[in-house]
């Protein structure tokens, strides 16, 4: 019996080793295995490479300087896998602002991001509750300048019996609102090649 | 005299040697490469402007110098006037594909007008 509890033991301490451990991913120094779906390093590469042409392409230099105020349209997500496609606007948008060239509205939006608070704290207006001198008047939003859409691609092809191709591509158009014109435009693709046994969505 | 000559002979080698090392190309401080890439990576050059809305632009062309194609990551570091790095999108690990024996370029541009210079991080990394 007792022989029995130490073989027990020492068998729940063997399979205790052998699991896996969970770890918290150090972004700067990751060395993980890049899967054929989307992660998060396609991602930063995406909206990195925006930023980067957006920015030294000069489109941003407003004449006179200032900042352009920036709408977020709709940025459609074509790939088979479940994105939401803030994970890309998001650091644009942020890398934007940081930039000093562009500042983005949360009024109006394309895709129903926007804060609802805007229009909750205009119908209070007539509320006594709140302080007359700290209520919001009339005709203070801001019409954007610019307008930011896109697409995510996916494209799969089996190059052969074991090898599978999936293709992304992230393309973005920034558009002058006042004339409809696209004023810059970008399209980064990530290639990803590997076995046909992995799953790509 | 033999002597004289033995000992004046080891004083020119030291010289030469001494001369000679100070001639190798050493990267610039600013840019930091990998000691595995040492003797496969020349930096040629450094190009810095500002552009007329104050972001600090850089251009760097380096050279593979090997017989094998070099896949590197590189990062840039942007620093303010007092030296503080400004965290950004724009300071992340990006990938640069150098085919042997050619020229590469880099091209970096500030997260925002604070910056006023950079450090580049040029590092090895696993082949495809």
């Known amino acids: 019996m007792k022989r029995f509890a130490v073989v027990t033991f020492l068998g729940l301490l063997m399979l205790a080793g052998c699991a896996q451990r969970n770890v918290i991913v150090d972004q700067a120094t990751d060395q993980g295995e890049t899967p054929l779906a989307l992660d998060y390093r396609d991602f930063e590469h995406a909206a990195m490479s925006a930023v980067q042409s957006m920015l030294s392409s000069g489109t941003l230099d407003k004449p006179g300087g200032g900042r352009y105020v920036m709408a977020i349209s709709r940025v459609t997500n074509d790939t088979m896998q ?27 939006s394309a895709n129903g991001s926007t ?16 302080k007359s001198s700290t209520k919001i008047g009339e ?44 004023i810059w435009e970008g ?15 | 005299m033999a002597k004289v000559f033995r000992r004046t002979r080891w004083l020119l080698i030291i010289a030469a040697a001494l001369t000679l090392g100070a001639c190798a190309t050493l990267p610039p401080p600013s840019i930091q490469l990998d000691p595995s890439l040492n003797g496969y990576v020349t930096i040629k050059s450094i190009h810095k402007s500002v552009s007329p809305s104050g972001l600090l632009q850089v251009e760097v062309t380096g050279k593979n110098t090997s017989d094998q194609p070099l896949y590197m990551y590189y990062q840039f570091d942007w620093l ?16 640069v594909t150098a085919d042997r024996n050619r020229w ?20 090895e990394r696993d082949k495809p």
Do not use: H
């Not at chain 1, 804060?115 to 207006?125: L, P, S, T, W």
């Open chain 1, 82 to 108: 479940r994105i939401d496609t803030d994970q890309l606007i998001k650091k644009i948008r942020i890398a934007l602002l940081q930039s000093g060239k562009v500042v983005t509205t949360s009024a109006i």
């Open chain 1, 115 to 130: 804060d609802a608070m805007i229009n909750q704290v205009r119908k209070e207006r007539v509320s006594p509750e709140f």
């Open chain 1, 139 to 182: 005709g203070q939003l801001i019409t954007p300048d610019l307008s930011l859409s896109g697409k995510i691609i996916q494209r799969n092809m089996r190059e052969n019996s074991s090898t599978q191709q999936v293709e992304y591509y992230f393309q973005l158009t920034l558009t002058n609102l006042r004339n409809g014109l696209a």
């Open chain 1, 187 to 201: 399209e980064t693709p990530i290639i990803k090649r590997g076995s046909t046994d992995s799953v790509a969505w």
């Open chain 2, 80 to 95: 303010d006037k007092n030296g503080q790095a400004v965290p950004s999108l724009l300071a992340a690990k990006t990938r």
């Open chain 2, 104 to 123: 590469f370029t880099i091209r970096g541009v500030a997260p925002s007008p604070a910056v006023t210079d950079f450090r580049l991080y040029l590092d």
